[in-house]
């Protein structure tokens, strides 16, 4: 653990590899919210991004990585946020500060339906809910090295990577099922603050509390 310190900036080759990453996920997204995930092709994704398909694989493993681009880039913030936390401050606290910061408190009409949009074809597709677990076990174990070096938990540190990301597994849950059901602006943003709250209220107490 250390004082927050300023980043480095990035040079201008990384800077044009992530957007070139960004706009092939994005013109992805676009086709698999306009035609189905299924229905969609790595050539198609190549040619709306105006890229070849050997860019696209350049930049992403399987199909399945092209939708969750956003929730990959997410896991190295929060890690990062973790293991720089400010002295004093416990790796749960790290966490709670971090994804309340991260909650908006209003989204546009446009926004609410993209986002519904999206969880809905995340719930109906089988391969996009193993790679959306995949990502959690990925980041779970991102997550313990952390704990492990800046905590003196030492083997318990998995432990506790798996505890601290299952509380913001049931999180994602919660929300799907909400935007889902049609609950959207403030009213979403108080619940889902709501429960991140109270679950990582839950962890600092223990559970036998």
Do not use: C
Not at 85 to 90: A, L, T, V
Not at 191 to 209: F, K, P, W
Request: net charge neutral; proline share 2%; no cysteine.
């Amino acid at each position: 653990m250390s004082t927050p310190a300023a980043r480095p900036s990035i040079g201008l080759r990384e800077l044009k590899k992530q957007r070139t990453r960004a706009a092939i996920a994005d013109a992805a997204l676009e086709l698999f919210l306009a035609r189905g995930f299924d229905e969609v092709t790595i050539a198609e994704v190549a040619r709306a991004a105006e890229v070849s398909e050997a860019t696209v694989f350049n930049y992403f493993r399987t199909k399945e990585d092209l939708v969750f681009n956003r929730l990959d880039q997410f896991w190295i913030r929060l890690i990062d946020a973790i293991e720089h936390r400010q002295d004093g401050q416990g790796i749960v606290a790290a966490t709670e500060a971090f994804l309340l910061d991260q909650e908006p408190t209003s989204l546009s009409s446009e926004r609410e339906e993209r986002l519904a949009a999206i969880n809905r074809m995340i719930a109906e597709s089988p391969a996009l809910l193993a790679r959306e677990r995949a990502s959690y076990d990925h980041a779970a174990i991102a997550l313990a090295e952390v704990i492990a070096r800046t905590t003196t938990l030492g083997e318990d540190a998995a432990t506790a990577a798996h505890l601290i990301l299952g509380v913001h597994k049931t999180l994602v849950a919660y929300t799907r099922e909400q935007v889902l059901a049609g609950t959207s602006g403030q009213a979403l943003a108080h619940r889902v603050a709501a429960r991140t709250r109270s679950g990582y209220a839950l962890l600092r107490r223990g559970l036998d509390a």
